[in-house]
């Protein structure tokens, strides 16, 4: 599909558009779009039969995309790839709101909030906002903040309705993966936490086809826990996922629980070790190693930090084989136990270290070479975590207060 510029959205039969072929000039394009737009408009009632032709369609509609995306990766020209990226991106907003339309009017043509139909068109709605969001991200734009209230609005419906968990047949040709509303919202959500503002456009394609794969195992508890905890979002707050720093919560909040991010970074690294890129989710093979190294040392980092600033106790705990240990509840206690143990233990002075002064029970550490003085103390270097980009922020959110 070439594009060029962004005429009125023309658009297209239902029927038509179906059996049309791939879109080779932007007026085409934009008529598709148009005709995505059109059924948002169609005078009441709409017929369950119509809402299964957009499914069709839907479908037609992503062969296309995939097919736009090889062309889009093999522009050079800088101007001519931003126009690109604004039309899919518009394409795929068009079509989110356009769904989000149907799901409004759905007594229309469903009659139970829970019916499989209407579940593939929130699912679908959901598709359509995170691939609005990789293109805009493909052009180096931040996300509309209006944005989120929409994203938010949808997982809530699913979540209160109760399929937020269902398998979800989204695409024909991707019936094999699993797919539920649940995984296509935090697929939205951490691409939006990955983009640092650094990385490639292969490399923001490369993630969104890793969390493809990777949210399937993700989920959202309602009740913070340190120990699975660092990342949450609040459904009524015009913004993505924050950090947890701390246990101050709300009925809005949602956790999200990505343990098994480690171990997924940690099948791509030996993955990487092959020499063989690690695809996620149908990632194409014409990226070099080099972004798909230069994706997971981003992604370790961020990961670090993340651990690092927020309040959570994910990595504290490492199983330990053959080791007894005598566990004290709280800190008064504890202390009383090392105080009527104090007398029972040797003092012990490490040679060459330091000196401990018996008499008020204090060690001293050498003096550091080249300073003279009885206050003179070897200090380490400290070490600062990773620093985010400062395009992209980590938002935290401290006790009683938000910050975006």
Known sequence: MQTGKSPEHDSLPMSTALDAPAPQTGAQCMALIGTVKAFADTPAPIAAEAVRELVAFENRLYQVIQSDKVAFFAITEKTAAEQFAHDLHLMHSVAAKTLETLVQRRGEWTKEDAEPLLQ???????????????????????????LWPDLHALYKFAESHGFANTPIELFAVEAKYDVTAQSLYLRALMLEVLNTGSLTVPQIEIADKWLAEWTTEYAFDET??????????????????????????KPSYRYARIEGLKEQVEAVRAQLRTGNPYRGRGASDSFSMEEHVALLTTIERLYATLLQASASRIEVRKPVENLTAEVRLGFSEARRAMNSEAGNVTPHIPPACGNRDHARGIWRPPAHPGNAGPRATHRPPLRHPQRRSHRHPIRSRPAGKFTT
């Open 120 to 146: 593939r068109i929130v699912a679908f709605a959901l598709y359509h906002h995170g691939a609005a969001i990789k293109w805009c991200f493909f052009r180096h734009e931040p996300i509309k903040p209006t």
């Open 224 to 249: 913070y826990s340190p120990r699975s905890h660092a990342l949450f979002v609040d459904l009524n707050l015009m913004a993505g996922l924050q950090l947890v720093t701390s246990s101050a919560a």
